[in-house]
Each structure stands twice: as structure tokens, then as C-alpha cells.
């Protein structure tokens, strides 16, 4: 499954990035799969070998996250981001900010401290929809369910704690404006506020440090 946009990533050391993403490349390995990275304008950009992109940047670009996921951006079509800018503020209860650049609009949505979902609209022609989705988390589990059910959105009835669904509508005219599946879930579910581990990829051979093998995060 691949991303119509990309992920932002925030590290607390971008240059080790940049180090390992060129030893990754001068072995060859991936060589014959999607995989690229190159140094851009204060962050990397590197597609995965599934095609998936990502922009890497130094923690401190983005308030006070030292590791995490800042935003996802997604390509939209023409004329649907403030429509997508509603839907979210109407029915999620989620603030968004529009702004313009050379292509259209770009709706900021805010879903979290320092985290958002971007909507960029390009001209450019989009891959059909692939089935990959987004999990999150939301105070008001109920209300955007109630709106959801009487416009016949909901695709799965998990369980008490989860719903889905996946298009994106107007909220006045009801127009599908994009699709992407949201696996929603309320604050009671049991996997809300589960610590993430990640590895500390510092940690090698050569220089092994005991007690280090967690990269801690803010």
C-alpha cells in the first residue's frame, strides 16, 4: 500500500540519518526497488522500497517533539480542500487552517500537540485508493459516529471502542471530495496511550552501550 502524499518524521539526530540512508545506498542493496533519499532544504527526503515517501527533519522544527510523526500530507484533487477543512472541523470537531500555494488550496487540520493531517491539492493525476488507513483517537467518539450513520459512512462497527470508514464528504452537499479508511477509536479503547518503543539506531557492534538500546522521545 502506498501513501498519495507523504509522512513527516521528526529525529533527534538527522545527520545520523543522512549517514545511514548513504551507507544504505552505496551497498546496493535496494537497488531494482523504489527506494531514493536525498539531502534537500533542511530535511531528507527518502522513499521507501515500496514507494512510500517520507521528509525527515531535525527535532525543534516542530515545537517540542524530539521523535514522532508531525503530519501526514495527502495529494487531493482541485477545489476539495476546504470542503475537507469542514468536514473536519463540522463533524470531527477538529480546527483546520486553509492556505494557498501555486496549486490550490492545502488544508492544515489539527488532531493533535504539534501533529496535523495536510491536505494538498495537486493537478497532478492520483492512483486509485489502495485500502491503507489511519488510526485515531478522539474525545467525542459519539458525535461524529451520529453523523457518520445518518449519511451511511460507516464501513465496519468494530466494537464498542472502534468504528471506521472512509470517505471524506461535504458536509453540506454530501460529496465525496476524498477517501481515505480512519479507524476511530474513543479514549476508552485499550490500546489508547500505550507507550512506543523504538529502537536506538546508534546502537551497533563497535560501539554497544548497555542500557541503550531504547531511543527515548518526547
Not at 518503543?197 to 548497555?210: D, E, F, K
Request: proline content about 6%; hydrophobic content about 35%.
Amino acid at each position: 500500500q502506498v501513501l498519495r502524499g507523504h509522512v513527516g518524521l521528526v529525529v533527534p539526530d538527522l545527520e545520523g540519518v543522512k549517514q545511514r540512508l548513504t551507507a544504505l545506498t552505496e551497498s546496493g542493496k535496494l537497488e531494482g526497488t523504489a527506494f531514493t533519499c536525498s539531502a534537500d532544504n533542511g530535511y531528507v527526503s527518502a522513499t521507501c522500497p515500496w514507494g512510500n515517501k517520507y521528509r525527515v527533519y531535525q527535532a525543534g522544527d516542530f515545537g517540542g517533539m524530539n521523535l514522532g510523526i508531525p503530519y501526514v500530507e495527502f495529494d487531493v484533487p482541485p477545489s476539495t480542500a476546504a470542503g475537507i477543512g469542514q468536514f473536519y472541523m463540522e463533524v470531527m470537531k477538529a480546527p483546520y487552517t486553509l492556505t494557498q500555494d501555486i496549486n490550490g488550496g492545502v488544508a492544515h487540520v489539527k488532531v493533535g500537540r504539534d501533529q496535523a493531517l495536510v491536505f494538498r491539492e495537486t493537478a497532478a493525476p492520483l492512483p486509485d485508493y489502495d485500502g491503507h488507513h489511519i488510526a485515531i483517537y478522539v474525545a467525542n467518539f459519539s458525535g461524529p459516529h451520529k453523523f457518520l450513520c445518518e449519511h451511511g459512512l460507516i464501513t465496519q462497527e468494530s466494537d464498542q471502542h472502534q468504528y471506521r470508514f472512509e470517505d471524506i464528504v461535504h458536509p453540506e452537499t454530501g460529496k465525496v471530495l476524498f477517501k481515505i479508511e480512519h479507524e476511530v477509536r474513543s479514549l476508552f479503547h485499550p490500546m489508547y496511550g500505550r507507550e512506543m518503543v523504538n529502537r536506538n539506531p546508534s546502537q551497533n557492534l563497535r560501539s554497544y552501550s548497555r542500557g541503550s538500546d531504547v531511543l527515548v522521545g518526547v
